[in-house]
């Protein structure tokens, strides 16, 4: 589903990525952790064309990002993103937050899009506030609603960065519990998140990036078990 094939990105001179590879196969879930600074919202990002990058190649569902035909807004909207701020429009409704991509991107009708909307809304637990703004719902719900609104576009995988990290912690598993759902229904997933209790749970495999570079990508059980590196050893002893 995604490929990314000796990825190397810049700012200026500033190597962000160097040569970073891996795969995520249909279904699998792949936790990206390492130290702040590290690249992982860069190489996130690179996965839907966030961010350019300068060598490699990045396949999606098919789809080579880094050809100069392809149609990064049609890609983008086929993979859902879901960030750290939950970066709702404030001025809408929740249901308007839904529908507004479904109806401006993939030309749905009103009605349809807003079923679909109203559908994931339950899903997320979240009916009743169909008609509030953002600000009217905790960080817990509003990061419901954002991933809410990154599945009424039918991805065919989802990215996340961080999706917790903002959060006050009672509101902490609230999130992670609908990720685990989408998790256990088979969605192709690729979450950068200090989470372990989740990576535990639910992921294939572990990455852990340091300065740029993917220094293990392992099987979770692997990874947790007996990480290969000295600097995964100490990341690992910092957070668990
Ligand atoms: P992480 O998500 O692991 O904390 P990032 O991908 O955000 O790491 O950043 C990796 C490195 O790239 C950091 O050193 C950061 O300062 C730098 N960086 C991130 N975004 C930019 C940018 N737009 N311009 C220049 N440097 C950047
Ligand atoms: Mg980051």
Not at 65 to 85: C, E, I, P, W, Y
């Amino acid at each position: 589903m995604i490929t990314l094939k000796n990825v190397s990105k810049w700012y200026g001179h500033f190597q962000v990525l160097t040569d970073c590879s891996t795969e995520v196969k249909k279904g699998e879930v792949v936790v990206v952790c390492g130290p702040s600074g590290s690249g992982k919202s860069t190489l996130i990002k690179t996965v839907n064309g966030l961010e350019p990058i300068q060598k490699g190649v990045i396949d999606v569902n098919g789809i080579q990002l880094t050809d100069k035909k392809t149609n990064l807004a049609q890609l983008r909207a086929k993979v859902g993103m879901v960030f750290q701020h939950f970066e709702l429009f404030p001025h809408l409704t929740i249901l308007e937050n839904l529908t507004l991509a479904q109806v401006k991107v993939l030309k749905r009708d009103k009605a349809a899009a807003q079923e679909k909307g109203l559908k994931l809304l339950a899903r997320v637990g979240l009916t009743a506030h169909a008609n509030k703004n953002p600000g009217q719902l905790s960080g817990g719900q509003q990061q419901r609603v954002a991933i809410a609104r990154a599945l009424c576009m039918d991805p065919v995988a989802m990215l996340f960065d961080e999706p917790t990290s903002a959060l006050d912690p009672e509101m902490i598993n609230e999130v992670l519990d609908v990720m685990v759902e989408l998790a256990h229904e088979g969605m192709t997933m690729m979450v950068v998140t200090h989470e372990m209790g989740f990576a535990r749970k639910v992921a294939n495999r572990v990455i852990f990036m340091d300065e740029g570079k993917i220094i293990e990508d392992s099987p979770k059980d692997a990874f947790f078990n007996n990480p290969q590196s000295d600097r995964a050893k100490d990341f690992l002893a910092k957070i668990l």
